[in-house]
């Protein structure tokens, strides 16, 4: 460690003193030791010892790049793991039903052609809440609307949705006239 160094480490352990004049001499000489030095704080306090500027930035940068790199291989396991859980979901789903699940539109939404069909008959024979809904399906509550009006449509029934309080809407399906 360079002379210039030690002497600012000096002015810096003098900051510790229970004399508060004593700290602020201390923090007066070690910036005026600082712009003698002509570094930046950034510089000296640095991994690289007070080495330049563009050094520390450099090095910054790689350490950045190698953080990107382990996330995005990070990211790929994560992917491969969900997948992996989607397909052992769906597998598990496919051996407990009975009955072979709706295959149109987007399989996220898919119901048994039970549920779907307990579903349809509880809309049609009055309102329900998205809670509701929500309790037999699991599906999001900004969904709900787009999914029941393809499933009305395929069933040949028009949705209607009412507000109720705060968020919560109501579903009913209508038979078409």
């Not at 002509?38 to 306090?45: D, F, G, T, V």
């Not at 790199?69 to 790929?76: D, Q, S, Y």
Request: net charge positive; hydrophobic share 40%; charged share 30%.
């Amino acid at each position: 460690m360079s002379d210039d160094v030690n002497r600012l480490a000096k002015f810096l352990g003098m900051m510790g003193s229970d004399h508060d004049g004593e700290v602020l001499n201390a923090a007066r000489m070690a910036e005026r030791h600082r712009k003698a030095m002509n570094k930046s704080w950034l510089a000296l306090l640095s991994p690289s010892g007070g080495g330049n500027e563009m050094d520390y930035l450099r090095s910054r940068a790689q350490r950045a790049e190698t953080m990107v790199f382990r996330l995005e291989a990070r990211v790929i396991e994560l992917e491969r793991e969900l997948s992996a859980m989607r397909a052992a979901r769906a597998s598990a789903s496919a051996a407990s039903s009975s009955t072979k699940p709706f295959t149109g539109g987007s399989g996220k939404y898919n119901l048994p052609r039970a549920v779907e069909d307990n579903l349809s008959d509880a809309l049609l024979a009055n309102w329900r809440t998205s809670m509701e809904v929500y309790s037999l399906t699991k599906w999001p509550r900004a969904h709900l609307r787009v999914v029941l009006g393809r499933i009305a449509k395929r069933r040949g029934y028009r949705l209607d949705a009412r507000k109720m309080w705060g968020n919560e809407m109501q579903y009913r399906f209508f038979p078409l006239a």
